[in-house]
């Protein structure tokens, strides 16, 4: 089972510029929270968002990432 | 191992074209069998949405199936006219700012707690029911 801190270096090897936090809800490592800051969800659909994000774990959600709770946003703009 | 019938996924592309509002979770909206899909089920009873659900548990090809279909990797899954809405985390932000009720063309209640609501109607789809 992949650790949060696994889990956030994924995720900001994999979407440009992103920011990644990622907590452990239930303290037992199978529902996981993460919210991701990056440019690159500009103009994209929720839906969108969250693939990007999804798609960096492909298979292993719903198998040893028992579950992933996303929030997604964009940076503000300075 | 492709074939030409795949009677799971015909079964759950005619759902969602044939359920306006239709909600793939785990357990039933009476049983939640998981918080996600309890939470996405109080969100939408919240709004009087009428929805179909089904039960994905009753056999794994469900799961595999629909997400192969969507493009979306967990459950609950929500759509509307044969849309995918979103799953938990998406719907919940939808309902706490109103889009929910305004994607589904309903009014949303002046507060929206969501409390557990007391079940209401619909009753579940069985989609392992109609395989033959």
Known sequence: ?78 | MSSDTNPIRDAIAEAIRDNKTILFMKGNPEAPACGFSARTVAALQALDAPFAAVDILPDPRIRQELSAISNWPTIPQLFFEGELVGGCDIVMEMFESGELAETLGLEQPAAAPVAVPDAGGSAPLGIENRLS
Request: proline share 6%; aromatic share 6%.
């Open chain 1, 1 to 78: 089972m992949p650790t949060t801190d696994e889990i956030k270096r994924r995720i900001e090897a994999a979407i440009p510029e992103s920011t990644a936090e990622v907590e452990d809800w239930t303290g037992t490592g199978d529902h996981l929270r993460a919210t991701v800051v990056s440019p690159a969800f500009a103009g994209l659909s929720r839906i969108a968002q969250h693939r990007l994000v999804y798609d960096v774990f492909g298979a292993e959600i719903g198998g040893p990432i028992h579950a992933l709770s996303l929030t997604t946003r964009v940076p503000e703009q300075a």
